[in-house]
């Protein structure tokens, strides 16, 4: 069975750093999408960034382009959001989640493909 375990939240001013990490394990398939999603209480689960295990590539929200990075270790054992000149409104509970097969634009915005999720970590950002 899939396990992955987020780590890595805490409270930060705006513009500042964080790192989140998801550790995962077991993995059925050389192909998964790995994706980052964050909830608010206001909002839906939103994707923010995705890494294809097979290949690396990434997908990204365009609210966060050019300042989020999804990188993975080569064993595919860890998964990092970097997060950099973090704003209020990237405040939530950030999930590790995993789909099989590679990452799609579309996977961002349709939690309901992804079977695996890990338990969630906190972020906020006060302005």
């Known amino acids: 069975q899939v396990h992955l375990a987020e780590s890595g939240g805490g409270s930060v001013q705006a513009g500042e750093s964080l790192r989140l990490s998801c550790q995962v394990s077991?993995?059925?398939?050389?192909?998964?999408?790995l994706v980052w999603f964050r909830q608010t209480p206001q909002n839906e689960r939103e994707g923010v960034a995705g890494?294809?295990?097979?290949?690396?590539?990434?997908v990204y929200a365009e609210s966060v382009e050019g300042r989020f990075t999804v990188s993975q270790v080569s064993s595919y054992t860890t998964v990092f959001l970097d997060m950099n000149n973090l704003q209020p409104e990237d405040s939530g509970v950030y999930y590790c989640?995993?789909?099989?097969?590679?990452?799609?634009?579309?996977?961002?915005?349709?939690?309901?493909?992804?079977?695996?999720w890990g338990q969630g970590t906190q972020v906020v950002v006060s302005g």
């Open positions: 989640a995993r789909d099989a097969g590679d990452c799609f634009t579309a996977s961002l915005s349709t939690p309901r493909w992804f079977i695996d």
């Open positions: 077991h993995l059925p398939y050389s192909h998964n999408c």
């Open positions: 890494i294809s295990t097979s290949d690396g590539g990434q």
